[in-house]
């Protein structure tokens, strides 16, 4: 009876593991591709667009490699900042505020997104445009969608390019960006794009690989419909109490900043917080131990475009840089 009752859980098992496979990736790959060329074909995707994206596409193994690997040593806080934060990317991102400034107040009157966040964005997105990256898009969501470890959001994210190339905005074989399908120079997946992407030149596309216009509208656009209030801060340094408690740093706990007083946490210089009772959260890439943040509406809003704090943060202490 034992050994049938191990069996009975060894079957299961092999059940439960096999039923996590795809049913994609049990077929080769042409066969997988003629059925996606076929749904295109039900969700009105043209044959000149079907024929030009998909004929002759192969899985790039590459793609597979990096969806499948691992992060071998996590960054702290401070590190990753570091990288992202520093001399070079805040002259940088200055130089290119004023070079570009006309363009970018227009569009902060506009969407009443602060030109900085647009531009730190765009500096810790894709290096204000130097890397944007060097993966054909459709081939890499393909191969990912196919490969079957997130295959129903791959697919999607396929349809959503092949939609792009549809209607003209870019052609198939302009389409680049990350190996995960994030495109252009502010790295909107497809999905992102139909959802956020603006034509602010006018001319008909909706261009985020070249045209500074519509990077920079995108951008503003993407923020301000996920929640932007104009004319608040990101968030400011903080002091966290001895006895504050971990399991309250995370931006998923908003209260009012009186609630955060009333526990203890002062401004960085140990003056008491505002008395203004926004919605607010603390947060402590590092951990309590490290250095805390109390943070409003707009860093929720960043995180909507990315959900990592170390993003977040990042963005809004390397905006307050660029705003200097």
């Not at 902060?108 to 997104?113: A, F, L, M, P, T």
Request: proline share 4%.
């Amino acid at each position: 009876m034992l050994r049938n009752h191990f069996k009975k859980i060894l079957l299961v098992t092999v059940l439960v593991c096999f039923s996590s496979v795809s049913f994609a990736q049990s077929q080769s790959f042409d066969v997988w591709l003629q059925g996606v060329r076929s749904e295109a074909a039900q969700k009105g995707i043209s044959e000149n667009t079907i024929n030009a994206a998909l004929n002759g596409i192969k899985p790039i193994q590459r793609v597979i490699e990096l969806d499948k690997k691992q992060p071998e040593n996590k960054k702290t806080f401070v590190q990753y900042r570091t990288s992202v934060v520093n001399q070079n990317l805040i002259k940088q991102g200055r130089r290119l505020i004023q070079e570009n400034y006309t363009i970018l107040q227009e569009v902060e009157d506009k969407y009443g997104v602060p030109k900085q966040f647009i531009v730190a964005l765009w500096g810790i997105e894709t290096n204000f445009g130097g890397n944007t990256g060097g993966f054909k898009v459709v081939p890499a969501l393909a191969t990912l969608s196919w490969e079957g470890r997130r295959a129903d959001f791959f697919r999607k994210e396929l349809f959503n390019a092949l939609k792009i190339i549809d209607e003209g905005h870019i052609s198939a074989a302009s389409m680049k960006g990350s190996w995960a399908g994030a495109m252009g120079q502010n790295q909107f997946m497809p999905s992102s794009f139909n959802s956020y992407a603006v034509d602010h030149n006018g001319d008909g596309k909706r261009d985020i690989w070249g045209t500074k216009k519509d990077i920079f509208a995108s951008t503003a656009n993407y923020l301000k419909k996920n929640g932007w209030k104009s004319g608040e801060r990101w968030g400011r340094r903080v002091q966290l109490p001895p006895s504050f408690s971990k399991e309250m740093v995370t931006p998923k706990i908003k209260k009012p900043i009186s609630y955060w007083s009333s526990l203890g946490v002062r401004k960085l210089d140990g003056t008491p917080l505002p008395t203004e009772n926004m919605m607010s959260s603390i947060v402590a890439p590092d951990g309590v131990g490290g250095e805390a943040w109390i943070v409003y509406n707009n860093y929720q809003t960043i995180m909507d475009w990315n959900r990592s704090t170390y993003f977040a943060t990042s963005v809004g202490l390397l905006a307050d840089q660029l705003a200097r």
